[in-house]
């Protein structure tokens, strides 16, 4: 037999970009877990971090989301645009300025949407929406205030405060928006991303999917213990590399429509999760279709749940995005 063709992610050509910061203004000294993050990246730009795990076929990933369509009708999977109407914590960074889109995301960090919304509502009322200059020079204890509502409001306030310095110290200004130009590529704005401290890859995504209209596919909990229950990942895979793989195997086209679908089910159905003993499409799918046995059935969901609960622990006790 052949050996099976390592799976790639097309590159694109590298113009020169429409501003100049990216070039001219040096990075500043990486922290240990900002070199870890870049180099992850370099090391996964285009070839999977499991090249040899065939799963999931671009039929797979069309199977998927036809069923969560059908069983989620009234959730859309047709992408949305941008608006400055959204609140970022709720749409996922769903806005069209680059930082309040990961502010947003970043607020939706180990909190359910409703606390995040409500945090970056109270944010936006304390320091008027956008105001980043205000948020960046205002007393630590002020921007905690504003956000005690979303949970680990500590950890976050810090995070936003010092990604806003670094903004400023890198581009002169509070702005990201130079990201949102046609000549960036995908690769150069997940790198400058990431190498904010508190952004993580799945963060980074977020604001390429839903901020910038890119075709990414963000990997978060939900998305995560799906995927491990489809096996579309192997099972030593963290969530890290999940998104790695994942990102290279499902089709552009699916991307956002499958994340958004797998989130909402994710968080409804409770078929697949807390010993998932009541009905579920994916459950049924994986029977019918795949010809999983309803032992193993009973066994992939609890190791998916566990992993992720696991998961979410160890990154919560570092702060780490989830």
């Known amino acids: 037999m052949p050996p099976r063709p390592r799976i790639k992610r097309p590159r694109s050509p590298s113009p020169a970009l429409t501003t100049s910061e990216l070039s001219s203004v040096p990075p500043s000294p990486a922290s240990p877990q900002k070199s870890k993050k870049l180099k992850l990246l370099d090391s996964y730009a285009a070839d999977s971090p499991f090249p040899d795990y065939p799963h999931p076929t671009p039929e797979e990933a069309s199977e998927v989301h036809t069923l969560l369509s059908k069983h989620h009708p009234t959730r859309s999977s047709v992408r949305k645009d ?7 914590a709720q749409t996922c960074g769903g806005v069209p300025n680059v930082i309040d889109s990961l502010i947003g ?5 180990n909190t359910s949407s ?9 944010l936006d009322d304390a320091f008027e929406r956008n105001n980043f200059a205000r948020i960046a020079s205002a007393p630590r204890s002020e921007v905690v205030a504003a956000l005690r509502t979303g949970g680990m409001a500590n950890k976050k306030a810090a995070t936003i405060q010092n990604l806003l310095a670094s903004v400023k110290d890198r581009h002169g200004d509070y702005s990201l928006q130079h ?6 590529t995908d690769d150069e704005v997940m790198k400058e991303l990431v190498s904010y401290d508190g952004v993580g890859p799945k963060t980074a995504s977020c604001v390429l999917l839903f901020c910038l209209g890119r ?11 799906l995927s491990r229950l489809l096996g579309w990942v192997p099972q030593k895979a963290d969530r890290v ?6 990102d290279l195997r499902i089709p552009d086209e699916l991307k956002y429509g499958l994340h958004v679908l797998m ?11 807390n010993q998932g003993k009541g009905p579920c499409p994916l459950k049924a799918y994986l029977k019918e279709r795949r010809g999983v046995k309803e032992e193993e059935l009973d066994r992939k969901v609890e190791d998916a749940e566990q992993e992720v609960k696991e998961e979410f622990l160890e990154a ?6 989830v």
């Open 82 to 88: 941008p608006s400055v109407a959204n609140n970022s």
């Open 105 to 109: 995301t970043i607020l939706s960090q």
């Open 114 to 122: 409703r606390n995040s919304s409500a945090a970056k509502k109270n």
């Open 179 to 184: 990201l949102a130009g046609k000549g960036v």
């Open 215 to 225: 075709d990414s596919f963000a990997v978060d909990t939900h998305v995560y213990r």
């Open 241 to 246: 590399l999940a998104q790695a793989h994942l």
């Open 263 to 273: 989130v909402t089910h994710g968080r409804q159905c409770s078929g697949c999760k």
């Open 316 to 321: 919560t006790m570092h702060g780490q995005d």
